[in-house]
């Protein structure tokens, strides 16, 4: 099936049935011509294998994903639609001050001397609760290839883990919990500065930054706090259009499809972001998707536009985005996983907004195991009677006469 682009408009009502469109509407569709009619609910770009929080990198024309996984999940591409090829872990090991457990939400980004490098979040003992983590560094020569773990203690992770200390302790705030750091997001300034990105786990959630080295492999400051929610707020990405920043960041429950992508703009890049105002730019009610979060960005192609790649869930048995009651704290049957999907982004004076969806291949359900066929019974032999035998009768014994015995 052909992958194409179609605009989705934002609106609460089911629109047509999924279609093909014919690929000769993809180059209008990417460069602002007038698009064909909607898709609803948009298709991910591969239905096969989750790739959850994606981090996308378009390099040398082609596409390199990298997501959360055991190790961290990957995917390539020769062209933004796919195929998408399933690539080897993201990290070639795990590192030494870490425990076992899933990379989560890694993010990828080129070095100043043309390295790559990952950063990731992976669990640490000594934290109140088995799923925190510590987020390290990771590089690589050559994009796709395996990443190795640097250094032997964490970039980031709070000072009452049992690890060697870290760059960035997280210094403690009031009312925040110190449980661990999660969703690392690189973001370099338009005069070389390098910072990272993260949040803090538990409720109240929170948003720190913190300087790096220009290598982008130590921590050069102490972090700050550019906001906090009661609630959940995560995956956050600086983007800057128009003289402005803007925060980019995913709200609510990850595993239910109330999960949305959310962002903020301000015009300080440390101040101001608690005041700001919040603004949707993905969620279900628009889009049909299952919790639309995860979001990275990227920045257009020559000739193109800006990209957002997210994820969202999809149920097998369903044939598409999960039903909007799903949640995966209760799907002990694992139907459902999260695939990527990728939408251009448009910017307006008022922020960012949501363009076109790229159409992904349609939905092809996994086999269905081939019937074993019940066995055939053998019968049971029909066992030959036994004939009972004749008792051999008892001879009567003779009785021998008995002599007189003589007298006399």
Same mark, same amino acid.
């Given at each position: 099936?052909?992958?194409?682009?179609?605009?989705?408009?934002?609106?609460?009502?089911?629109?047509?049935?999924?279609?093909?469109?014919?690929?000769?509407?993809?180059?209008?569709?990417?460069?602002?011509?007038?698009?064909?009619?909607?898709?609803?609910?948009?298709?991910?770009?591969?239905?096969?294998?989750?790739?959850? $929080?994606?981090?996308?990198?378009?390099?040398?024309?082609?596409?390199?994903?990298? #997501?959360?996984?055991?190790?961290?999940?990957?995917?390539?591409?020769? @062209?933004?639609?796919?195929?998408?090829?399933?690539?080897?872990?993201?990290?070639?090991?795990?590192?030494?001050?870490?425990?076992?457990?899933?990379?989560?939400?890694?993010?990828?980004?080129?070095?100043?001397?043309?390295?790559?490098?990952?950063?990731?979040?992976?669990?640490?003992?000594?934290?109140?609760?088995? @799923?925190?983590?510590?987020?390290?560094?990771?590089?690589?020569?050559?994009?796709?290839?395996?990443?190795?773990?640097?250094?032997?203690?964490?970039?980031?992770?709070?000072?009452?883990?049992?690890?060697?200390?870290?760059? $960035?302790?997280?210094?403690?705030?009031?009312?925040?919990?110190?449980?661990?750091?999660?969703?690392?997001?690189?973001?370099?300034?338009?005069?070389?500065?390098?910072?990272?990105?993260?949040?803090?786990?538990?409720?109240?959630?929170?948003?720190?930054?913190?300087?790096?080295?220009?290598?982008?492999?130590?921590?050069?400051?102490?972090?700050? @706090?550019?906001?906090? $929610?009661?609630?959940?707020?995560?995956?956050?990405?600086?983007?800057?259009?128009?003289?402005? &920043? &803007?925060?980019?960041?995913?709200?609510?429950?990850?595993?239910?499809?109330?999960?949305?992508?959310?962002?903020?703009?301000?015009?300080?890049?440390?101040?101001?972001?608690?005041?700001?105002?919040?603004?949707?730019?993905?969620?279900?009610?628009?889009?049909?998707?299952?919790?639309?979060?995860?979001?990275?960005?990227?920045?257009?192609?020559?000739?193109?536009?800006?990209?957002?790649?997210? &994820? #969202?869930?999809?149920?097998?048995?369903?044939?598409?985005?999960?039903?909007?009651?799903?949640?995966?704290?209760?799907?002990?049957?694992?139907?459902?996983?999260?695939?990527?999907?990728?939408?251009?982004?448009?910017?307006?004076?008022?922020?960012?907004?949501?363009?076109?969806?790229?159409?992904?291949?349609?939905?092809?359900?996994?086999?269905?195991?081939?019937?074993?066929?019940?066995?055939?019974?053998?019968?049971?032999?029909?066992?030959?009677?036994?004939?009972?035998?004749?008792?051999?009768?008892?001879?009567?014994? +003779?009785?021998?006469? +008995?002599?007189?015995?003589?007298?006399?």
């Amino acid at each position: 099936m052909t992958t194409t682009l179609t605009i989705l408009r934002r609106a609460g009502t089911v629109l047509a049935a999924l279609v093909a469109v014919p690929a000769a509407v993809l180059a209008p569709a990417l460069s602002g011509a007038a698009a064909p009619d909607p898709v609803f609910p948009p298709r991910p770009l591969f239905w096969d294998a989750p790739l959850a $929080d994606p981090a996308v990198v378009n390099h040398s024309g082609g596409w390199f994903a990298s #997501g959360t996984g055991w190790r961290g999940g990957t995917r390539s591409s020769a @062209q933004e639609l796919g195929p998408w090829t399933t690539g080897a872990p993201l990290l070639d090991s795990r590192p030494a001050w870490a425990t076992n457990g899933d990379v989560w939400a890694p993010d990828v980004e080129r070095a100043v001397d043309g390295t790559w490098l990952a950063y990731y979040a992976v669990p640490v003992p000594g934290l109140p609760h088995a @799923q925190s983590r510590c987020i390290g560094v990771a590089t690589s020569p050559a994009l796709g290839s395996p990443f190795t773990p640097v250094h032997t203690a964490p970039l980031i992770c709070p000072s009452r883990a049992t690890a060697p200390p870290a760059g $960035d302790p997280v210094p403690k705030e009031r009312g925040i919990p110190s449980r661990g750091v999660i969703d690392p997001s690189s973001y370099v300034t338009a005069d070389g500065r390098r910072f990272l990105l993260y949040r803090t786990q538990g409720t109240p959630s929170s948003i720190r930054m913190v300087r790096l080295h220009p290598s982008g492999l130590g921590v050069a400051g102490r972090s700050v @706090q550019l906001l906090r $929610d009661k609630g959940i707020l995560e995956n956050p990405v600086m983007v800057d259009r128009d003289g402005r &920043h &803007h925060l980019l960041m995913s709200r609510g429950d990850y595993g239910r499809c109330g999960y949305s992508t959310v962002w903020r703009q301000a015009s300080s890049l440390k101040r101001r972001w608690q005041q700001a105002e919040e603004h949707v730019l993905v969620d279900r009610a628009t889009t049909g998707i299952c919790g639309p979060g995860g979001a990275d960005h990227v920045d257009a192609t020559p000739g193109g536009v800006d990209r957002v790649f997210l &994820h #969202g869930w999809v149920c097998h048995g369903a044939n598409g985005p999960c039903p909007s009651g799903y949640s995966l704290h209760t799907d002990t049957a694992g139907a459902g996983h999260r695939a990527m999907y990728v939408a251009r982004v448009l910017w307006t004076r008022k922020g960012p907004r949501l363009g076109a969806f790229a159409q992904g291949p349609a939905w092809t359900p996994p086999p269905s195991p081939a019937p074993t066929p019940a066995p055939t019974p053998t019968p049971t032999p029909t066992p030959t009677p036994t004939s009972t035998p004749t008792p051999t009768p008892t001879p009567t014994p +003779t009785l021998t006469p +008995t002599v007189p015995t003589p007298t006399g």
